[in-house]
Antibody, heavy 114, light 105 residues
Framework: QVQLVQSGGGVVQPGRSLRLSCAASGFSFTSFAMHWVRQPPGKGLEWVAMILYDGSNKYYADSVKGRFTVSRDNSKNTVYLHMNSLSAEETAVYYC???????WGQGTLVTVSS | AIQMTQSPSSLSASVGDRVTITCRASQDIRDDLGWYQQKPGKAPKLLIFAASSLQSGVPSRFSGSASGTDFTLTISSLQPEDVATYYCLQDYNYPWTFGQGTKVE
C-alpha cells in the first residue's frame, strides 16, 4: 500500500546532530517532491523543508536554514533530514509528507535534551 | 515569509452545528491553500486543496472558499468524528507557512 515509514528519532543532546529517514512504498517515489514538517509538543505545525523529485532544488524554513539539510536517495525510495546544532526548542514530532501532501509518515519524536 | 492568520484558535460547537474557520494571508496567494485535519497523536490529513477542491474520500460536509486573501473552511453539520484541530497551509511560495490552528471541540 501507499505509505511513508519514518525512522531515526530519539533523544539527542543540545548542539548535536541527528538524521531522520523516511522510506516510501506503493507509489512512484521519483515523481514526487518530498516535505518535512514538525510539531513541538502541544503546539502547531511548522513546515521545515522540501526537496524536488530529482533532488535538484531544496527549500528550507528560515528557522533551520544553514543547519538542516534535506536529501534523497531515489534508488532506495528514501528521503532524509540531517539536523545539526539542535536546540531544546526543536524538540518535536517530525513528519515527512509526499509532495502533494496527501500521504504522510507516522511521525517520529526528536527530543533535544541533556 | 507569508503570514497566515487563522481564527478562532478554538471553538466549541454541538453536533449538527455549522462551523466556520478562517485564514487570512498577508499577501496574495491566489488559491494556493490547503486545509488539514489533525487528531491527537495522528499525522495531519488533507481535506481541501486549491482553496476549494475536496480531497477524495473526504465527506461533503467539508467545504472551502476564498475571497481575496481570506480563506474559509466550513463544516456544514458538525459530527462527533470532526473533533480535531484544523490548520491552513499556504503553498504559494517557499517557505510554506501554516496557520496557528483551530481546535474544534
Amino acid at each position: 500500500q501507499v505509505q511513508l515509514v519514518q525512522s531515526g528519532g530519539g533523544v539527542v543532546q543540545p548542539g548535536r546532530s541527528l538524521r531522520l529517514s523516511c522510506a516510501a512504498s506503493g507509489f512512484s517515489f521519483t515523481s514526487f517532491a518530498m516535505h518535512w514538517v514538525r510539531q513541538p509538543p502541544g503546539k502547531g505545525l511548522e513546515w521545515v523543508a522540501m526537496i524536488l523529485y530529482d533532488g535538484s532544488n531544496k527549500y528550507y524554513a528560515d528557522s533551520v536554514k544553514g543547519r538542516f539539510t534535506v536529501s534523497r536517495d531515489n534508488s532506495k525510495n528514501t528521503v532524509y533530514l540531517h539536523m545539526n546544532s539542535l536546540s531544546a526548542e526543536e524538540t518535536a514530532v517530525y513528519y515527512c509528507a509526499r509532495g502533494d501532501m496527501r500521504i504522510w509518515g507516522q511521525g517520529t519524536l526528536v527530543t533535544v535534551s541533556s | 515569509a507569508i503570514q497566515m492568520t487563522q481564527s478562532p484558535s478554538s471553538l466549541s460547537a454541538s453536533v449538527g452545528d455549522r462551523v466556520t474557520i478562517t485564514c487570512r494571508a498577508s499577501q496574495d496567494i491566489r488559491d494556493d491553500l490547503g486545509w488539514y485535519q489533525q487528531k491527537p497523536g495522528k499525522a495531519p490529513k488533507l481535506l481541501i486543496f486549491a482553496a476549494s477542491s475536496l480531497q477524495s474520500g473526504v465527506p461533503s460536509r467539508f467545504s472551502g472558499s476564498a475571497s481575496g486573501t481570506d480563506f474559509t473552511l466550513t463544516i456544514s453539520s458538525l459530527q462527533p468524528e470532526d473533533v480535531a484541530t484544523y490548520y491552513c497551509l499556504q503553498d504559494y511560495n517557499y517557505p510554506w507557512t501554516f496557520g496557528q490552528g483551530t481546535k474544534v471541540e
